[in-house]
DNA sequence: TAAATATATCGCAATATTACGATATATTTT
DNA sequence: AAAATATATCGTAATATTGCGATATATTTA
């Protein structure tokens, strides 16, 4: 017990789960926001910004580069993030599809 | 440790990673994709269909109707559940904003 | 009113997530 | 080469999530 039982779903319902989960910490949306705003930066600018502890910046960097939603390049000491574009347009999409799926009855009361 | 600092964060940003738990695990997904093409349905429906026990199904439920997207209409001895229409396109905005925001660069090496 | 039907909640076990100090690694500067 | 700078990873503790059997609750049917 205890672990998702992910076999249960088609594919399509465990990537956009996964994707979901990029969204589901306060800490990672901050992280997503300061990005569009800023373009790029490193660990460090997160830190300071966030009021996190470094291993955890890094630790949810990781999660949404292990997603694909960001990418990051290694210049000198530090780590260059930014948004992974195609990867960014295919989530968008997903979540879109799903949006876009339901079309909202002319009164509240559906059900 | 292990509490997520949520006062760290924005109201905005909360709210965004709150909404996105709703979509963060594929059995939630299945449910609200079996809503949207069914329109309404009840438990029962849920769990011939998912595969998971009744408890399970319940407790998503339950969780979906606490962040919103959904509710619930007690009908006899059965719930009939569908979306809250006005919450989805709330949730919907929120999302849409985020993704609006960014601009996508010409060439994918961003960073 | 007893049985059937449907859902919610409780309690528990297992896994996952969050957070951070300590430490490892790797590059740049002095 | 030593010091400084920046990030990643390890290990651990605490909280959260997932899943389900058992049971409670509430309505309908026989």
Known sequence: MGVTKNDLFTKSQNEI???????????RIAILEFLLKSNSCINGDLVNEL?????TISQHLRELKDIGIIQGTIEGTKVNYCI???RWAEIKEKF??????Y?????????
């Open 17 to 27: 789960a996964l994707a979901a989960k990029a969204f589901a910490h306060p800490a």
């Open 51 to 55: 009021g996190l502890a470094q291993a």
């Open 84 to 86: 992974n574009p195609s």
């Open 103 to 111: 079309n909202s009855p002319s009164s509240n009361d559906c059900c």
């Open 96 to 101: 879109n599809n799903i949006f876009n799926e």
